[in-house]
């Protein structure tokens, strides 16, 4: 079954008239008998839409299908102010598209550019021109203001769980900061939270330009590590405070040093209950970067699990790994780890 609804969204007056704005456009795929496990919410990340869960770039029915074969309802939503949720200037300023050697030289055929020192490894993306203009085509452009952008999708994502119910929440990429927004908010409605190639490292962007990829940008681009918007910390912070980062010298070999808090530090105690893993692909520009999110979880009190796929024999993916051939393998690998996550 198949069905296509709208969470959130409010009334803004302008003086052309009443619009409404903030709603958050979701598809929802049930299984063909009444499902015995949780819901699982998708959310992608920068310059895409939910069409990347839905099939991938062998036209093959991609996540969203492969999780309601093994009993999950599955919803796939498009970003509030991207694609069918719609979007308007003047609800939500500016919306840039990524530049398609961003595109390309970061998520698709990335062994042309070698921005970063994994690209040679990225097998499982197609090297041709057709593959890539298909791709390049669904790009959409994503709004400028970061931060607006993180908690109008916080709240729509909010009140789609107040819609369905409990549910676990997929994010990738730059939907984690919704993802862990929503959960420190209403911990009572994200049974499990699987963040695939998170939105990092903690604090700031890196630059990703050959010769020097790990470069910090200024910043802090995310002042509460791992998102824009406060947290709930334990001790809080005082009012109008964001974290200290300082440096993490203890790194393995080859990651990225990151950030962590300065001692002694807060902990995360509303994520802290919320089963959570970080998905990282072998060949990816967030390869040598997902440790330094897993640090900071740690250091925050959440406990959760690293998969790295190449420690499960799958190798060669990139950032877009849903789309990539093998993607059902790597959904296989994601689905067992939510079983398990929620019988424990």
Do not use: C
């Amino acid at each position: 079954m198949h069905e296509v609804f709208y969470s959130g969204g409010r009334e803004m007056l302008t003086e052309d008239g009443t619009f409404i704005t903030g709603q958050m456009y979701a598809e929802r795929y049930r299984p063909k008998h009444p499902p015995t496990l949780p819901p699982v919410v998708m959310v992608h990340g920068t310059g895409q839409s939910g069409s990347g869960f839905i099939t991938n770039l062998a036209g093959t029915p991609g996540w969203a299908q492969d999780f309601v074969t093994a009993g999950h309802e599955t919803v796939v939503v498009d970003q509030v102010g991207r694609g069918r949720s719609g979007t308007d200037p003047r609800q939500y300023g500016r919306a840039d598209p990524m530049p398609l050697y961003d595109v390309d030289s970061l998520f698709a055929r990335t062994k042309r550019y070698q921005r970063f020192p994994d690209a040679n490894r990225h097998t499982r993306w197609p090297d041709d021109d057709p593959t890539f203009n298909r791709f390049s085509a669904s790009q959409l452009p994503s709004l400028v203001d970061r931060r607006l952008a993180e908690e109008l999708n916080v709240l729509a994502l909010e009140q789609l769980l107040l819609d369905i119910g409990p549910a676990i929440l997929l994010t990738h990429s730059q939907a984690s900061t919704f993802g862990f927004g929503v959960t420190d908010r209403r911990p009572e409605l994200v049974l499990a939270h699987v963040t695939v190639e998170p939105n990092g490292p903690p604090f700031f962007d890196l630059s990703y330009n050959p010769g020097e990829w790990d470069a910090p940008l200024p910043g802090p681009e995310r002042p509460f590590g791992i998102s824009r918007m406060p947290l709930t910390f334990d001790p809080p912070l005082p009012s109008g405070k964001t974290l200290q980062p300082v440096r993490n010298e203890n790194t393995v070999r080859g990651e990225i040093q990151g950030w962590l808090q300065e001692e002694p530090a807060r902990t995360l105690t509303r994520l802290a209950s919320t089963p959570t893993a970080i998905v990282t692909a072998e060949a990816s520009f967030r390869t040598r970067v997902d440790a330094a999110t897993s640090r900071f979880l740690t250091q925050a009190g959440v406990n959760h699990e690293h998969i790295q796929l190449s420690h499960h024999g799958i190798t060669g993916n990139g950032h877009m790994m849903m789309l990539e051939p093998n993607s059902s393998e790597i959904a296989q690998i994601i689905i067992r780890w939510i079983h398990r996550a929620l019988t424990q």
